[in-house]
């Protein structure tokens, strides 16, 4: 079982920066994809970014592309997103994700199984 705990969310100016981390706990953390999504109020949980088990391959959605940045530490177990040039848009509870063990790098909230509880981003204009 992975459990995953999110940090780093606050409130921050249009145009500032946030990194978020995701700590996980489990022996097969190195074993799953991962991913970020968010959720604005009122709206559906969408996509955000995706990096695969190794870490060298990485999906993002267009509307945070070239601004936020997905990395990962197999030997900490952490997940990461940097969040550059942030817009009062990007506001939302922001949860990080894995695959089962072997799951593929995908964008599909249906394939993601495990999930963290959500940290709030908060851009002010």
């Known amino acids: 079982q992975v459990q995953l705990v999110e940090s780093g969310g606050g409130l921050v100016q249009s145009g500032g920066s946030l990194r978020l981390s995701c700590a996980a706990s489990g022996r097969t953390f190195s074993l799953n994809a991962m991913a970020w999504f968010r959720q604005a109020p009122g709206k559906e949980r969408e996509f955000v970014a995706a990096i695969s088990r190794s870490g060298d391959s990485t999906y993002y959605a267009d509307s945070v592309k070239g601004r936020f940045t997905i990395t990962r530490d197999n030997v900490k177990n952490m997940v990461f997103l940097q969040m550059n040039s942030l817009k009062p848009e990007d506001t939302a509870v922001y949860y990080c994700?894995?695959?089962?063990?072997?799951?593929?790098?995908?964008?599909?909230?249906?394939?993601?199984?495990?999930w963290g509880r959500g940290t709030q981003v908060t851009v002010s204009s």
């Open positions: 994700a894995s695959t089962v063990p072997f799951g593929r790098l995908t964008t599909s909230r249906s394939e993601y199984v495990h």
